[in-house]
């Protein structure tokens, strides 16, 4: 069992535990996620490590109830803990290999967060931080009550706006509103980096081309087995099939196919739409194993 050691509300419908976790703790970076499952009836659930303490083997997770799955996540209490916690999975960002971090500090970087996308731009900005590279964040969501990690992004972030769609709180607007106000500003930058909902991502892309901004974003299709076999998190990327849990979840949003992406998510939902898309998908429905058992 992977203990829960704390608990808390950040917001509405949005939770964080901190999880005893030492495999992954020992080796994760942030970009990277876990896949979590309570017991053997509940459903494998995806989740971006929001932060790690190797030193006590903890990782922090955030999510938002949103089905019957993650309404069960939230009644878990301290001390309790979930059967399977698998991971590091993914590919680490980019920008946290220390490797290339001289290249790295020559970039003026934004990231843009939406809602719950606050979470896993967290942890890059705290190891940019660290490594002495302070990015510029705008975190957005659609009114105050749904904020988080305000006080933690600001005390990482070399500058942070906040934005709220309604305008209940920080400045009126969505994300691209406030790159668009920072470059009327004559602030400019050379690489983005945007996580959030499907569609947040699409149109922040579509500006950041606009702009000449290198954009990357961090995609989150349905997933299932995490290792490009279940075929769920398929993708079309520059006119390659990509699978989010092997090859991302980090792709250059210029190529991502958004359009294709939530449609099929949609598809997702419902046995006629699986199986529609395993027969227009053939043998690239599956990370290479063409069976669609």
């Known amino acids: 069992m992977y203990e829960i050691v704390r608990k808390e509300l950040l917001a509405d419908k949005i939770y964080l535990m901190d999880v005893v976790a030492p495999r992954v703790a020992a080796s994760c970076l942030p970009g990277q996620f876990v896949i ?6 509940g459903e494998r659930i995806p989740l971006t490590i929001c932060d790690y303490d190797r030193e006590r083997s903890i990782i922090t997770i955030v999510f938002q109830t949103v089905g019957a799955s993650t309404e069960r996540m939230k009644d878990l209490k301290v001390g309790d803990g979930f059967q399977d916690f698998v991971g590091p999975l993914g590919q680490p ?55 988080f990690f305000e006080d933690k992004m600001k005390a990482v972030a070399g500058e942070l706006h906040v934005t709220t769609d309604d305008g209940s ?23 983005c980096v945007a996580i959030g909902p499907m569609i947040m991502m699409k149109f922040v892309c579509l500006l950041t081309k606009e702009l000449g901004i290198h954009t990357v974003v961090s ?5 299932v087995d995490g290792t490009g076999m279940c075929g769920a998190c398929r993708l079309i990327v520059g006119d390659q099939v990509k699978f989010a849990c ?24 419902t046995e006629e ?21």
Not at 36 to 41: A, L, N, Q, R, S
Not at 219 to 223: A, S
Not at 247 to 263: I, N, R, S, T, Y
């Open 93 to 147: 960002s980019d920008l946290c290999i220390e490797k290339d971090l001289d290249e790295i500090k020559k970039k003026k970087i934004v990231f843009i967060a939406g809602g719950v996308g606050t979470a896993p731009v967290y942890p890059q900005v705290k190891w940019l931080h660290e490594h002495g590279v302070d990015a510029t964040v705008i975190m957005g969501s659609r009114n105050k009550d749904l904020l």
């Open 246 to 269: 092997v090859d991302g979840p980090e792709f250059d949003g210029h190529l991502v196919d958004f359009d294709l992406a939530m449609k099929r998510q949609t598809q997702y939902k």
């Open 219 to 223: 995609m989150n299709p349905i997933m």
């Open 169 to 191: 709180y920080g400045f009126h607007g969505m994300g691209t509103d406030q790159l668009k106000a920072l470059y009327a500003e004559g602030k400019t930058f050379d690489h």
């Open 36 to 41: 979590v499952k309570i017991d053997e009836e």
């Open 273 to 293: 739409g699986r199986a529609k898309l395993r027969l227009e998908e053939g043998d690239t429905h599956h990370g290479g194993c063409g069976n669609c058992n």
